[in-house]
C-alpha cells in the first residue's frame, strides 16, 4: 500500500484544491463532493456550505474500510467576500501541499500570494492531529478553519 503522506498529497492535488477538477456525484443532501483513487487507496472529501462550511475526508483502504479521517470548519471573516474570492485565495495554498515540512494536510506553512497570506498551523502527526488554517488580506484576517483528525481503527 502506498504511504499514506504521499497519497494525502496526490489526492489532495487532484480534488478540491484543483480548480479544474469536477465534483462526484453527492453523498449527502446538498453536499459537495470529491473523490481520488490510486491504486488501493480511495480518498473522499465532503462538505457544506460556502463561504461559511464544515466536512470532511476519509481514506478507504482497498476493503473500502476507512483507516484515516480530518473535520474541518472554516468559517469567512469579512462578509463583504464572497465563497469564489475565498476560493481564488485558497486555492492556490492548498495546491502547495507537501512542498514543504508540514504534515500535508491543508497547504504549506504559509504562502503569499498578492495581497492574499496564507498560514496553516498543526500540532501533532497523522495518527492524531489538530490544526488551524487563516489567510489575510493586507494583514486584515478574512478566513480561518479548524481541523482535526487522525488514524481511523
Known sequence: ???LDEFLIEAKKNTYANGNVKKVESSRVNSYDYEYTDG????HDTY???VNFIGEEVVYDHYNTPIWAMNYYGITHNKELSEEAIDNAL???LMKV???DILPL???KEFTNGEFKYVFNVNGNLDFFEGEE???KNDEKIYSLKCH???VI
Not at 40 to 43: E, R, S
Request: aromatic share 12%; charged share 30%; net charge positive.
Open 48 to 50: 457544506f456550505g460556502g
Open 1 to 3: 500500500m502506498k504511504k
Open 149 to 151: 483528525g487522525g488514524r
Open 106 to 108: 491543508r497547504g504549506p
Open 40 to 43: 488501493d487507496m480511495t480518498y
Open 98 to 100: 507537501g512542498e514543504d
Open 134 to 136: 487563516t489567510i489575510y
Open 91 to 93: 486555492r492556490p495554498a
